[in-house]
């Protein structure tokens, strides 16, 4: 079964950073597009990064609030994702998930409908 784990979330002040970290399994991971989403109470489900492996370079993308302060990127282990979030507001408070999609070409997606792999979320909150 695919499975997608995030962990690392937590609360935090602003200002201040935390990393998120998303592990794969059952699936290959070099062959996915692999995302990061957030979904605050009462809002709709927002992209925040993607990364993507083509041709032995890596592609990074963010969403322009994001850009700047957050950086993804992936692990030794080559089955993990991390999101380093730096500079946290309070409203970047929300559920960040990871999902991975597998694309054919290397522009980003971000709409999360186009995701084929979820997983539960991890809880960042950021205190003003």
């Known amino acids: 079964q695919v499975q997608l784990v995030e962990s690392g979330g937590g609360l935090v002040q602003a200002g201040g950073s935390l990393r998120v970290s998303c592990v794969a399994s059952?699936?290959?991971?070099?062959?996915?597009?692999m995302g990061w989403f957030r979904q605050a109470p009462g809002q709709e489900r927002e992209f925040v990064a993607r990364?993507?492996?083509?041709?032995?370079?890596?592609?990074?993308y963010y969403a322009d609030s994001m850009k700047g302060r957050f950086t993804i990127s992936r692990g030794d282990a080559k089955n993990t994702v991390y999101l380093q979030m730096n500079s946290l507001k309070p409203e970047d408070t929300a559920v960040y998930s990871c999902?991975?999609?597998?694309?054919?070409?290397?522009?980003?997606?971000?709409?999360?409908?186009?995701?084929?792999?979820w997983g539960q979320g991890t809880q960042v909150t950021v205190s003003s």
């Open positions: 999902a991975a999609g597998r694309f054919m070409t290397i522009a980003p997606m971000t709409s999360p409908d186009r995701y084929d792999y």
């Open positions: 059952g699936l290959t991971f070099s062959s996915y597009d």
């Open positions: 990364i993507r492996w083509s041709g032995g370079s890596t592609y990074t």
